[in-house]
């Protein structure tokens, strides 16, 4: 039978261009959500986060936009490069549950020189 | 200064064996978080404490599962009679508070069991 979970959605850009990365999260009482990079071998790398009561937000190259009335954030990147191949997890936490990180499945960023 | 420490980074064992698993935090943080990766999969939440107690256990999968931290710094990870399907990536992280705040991960315990 089919293996669910091996098969993450994957996303292919070429080098300079920008890449957007979308997430649908669960909870609606979610109050504070994270980006994360995760590269093979090592552990989920923080990028950017957002609360809820921001529907944008940006740093370096990436900005962070959040819809609650769809429960949708996404990732863009500008200007992507190589290093930044690897899988993009969204984490929400729930209000008033201690900063406990509820995953997303995770895209794969492919980026092609 | 040093980030968050996982050790060993690799472990194989036998089934039915125990284990345990490592995890020093960044110094200074009080919330330590314990979560599992599978193979193509996002973490999942395991367990967490605030100083020494377990503030949330909810995710431990089964009673074979437990997670000490006796002076609020290391914490220990620890499997009783380990299955092939504990095998995944044991994740630890820590951070300076609950509350909306960075937590910063380690890079992981690979634990197979064969």
């Known amino acids: 039978g089919e293996s669910v979970g091996l098969h993450l959605p994957t996303l292919s850009v070429q080098e300079g261009d920008n890449s957007i990365i979308n997430c649908a999260y669960s909870?609606?009482?979610?109050?504070?959500f994270i980006w994360y990079k995760q590269e093979s071998g090592k552990g989920p790398q923080f990028i950017i986060d957002?609360?809820?009561?921001?529907d944008k937000r940006q740093g370096q190259r990436v900005t962070v936009l959040l819809n609650k009335t769809v429960k949708h954030l996404s990732l863009q990147i500008a200007a992507t490069q190589p290093g930044d191949s690897a899988v993009y997890f969204c984490a929400e936490t729930p209000y008033n549950q201690g900063g406990k990180l509820i995953f997303g499945q995770g895209t794969e960023l492919s980026v092609k020189p | 200064g040093a980030g968050v420490s996982q050790t060993p980074s690799n472990k194989v064992t036998e089934k039915g064996k125990y284990v345990e698993l490592r995890c020093d935090p960044i110094s200074g943080h009080t919330a330590l978080y314990w979560y599992r990766q599978s193979l193509g999969q996002g973490p999942e939440f395991l367990i967490y404490?605030?100083?020494?107690?377990?503030?949330?256990d909810s995710g431990l999968p089964n009673d074979r599962f437990f997670a000490v931290r006796p002076e609020g710094s290391v914490s220990t990870l620890k499997i009783q009679r380990t299955e092939r399907g504990d095998s995944a990536v044991y994740l630890c992280?820590?951070?300076?508070?609950?509350?909306?705040?960075?937590?910063?991960f380690g890079q992981g315990t690979r634990l197979t069991v064969v």
């Open positions: 992280a820590s951070s300076f508070g609950t509350s909306n705040t960075e937590a910063f």
């Open positions: 957002i609360r809820s009561n921001m």
């Open positions: 909870n609606s009482a979610s109050d504070y």
């Open positions: 404490f605030q100083g020494t107690g377990a503030a949330d």
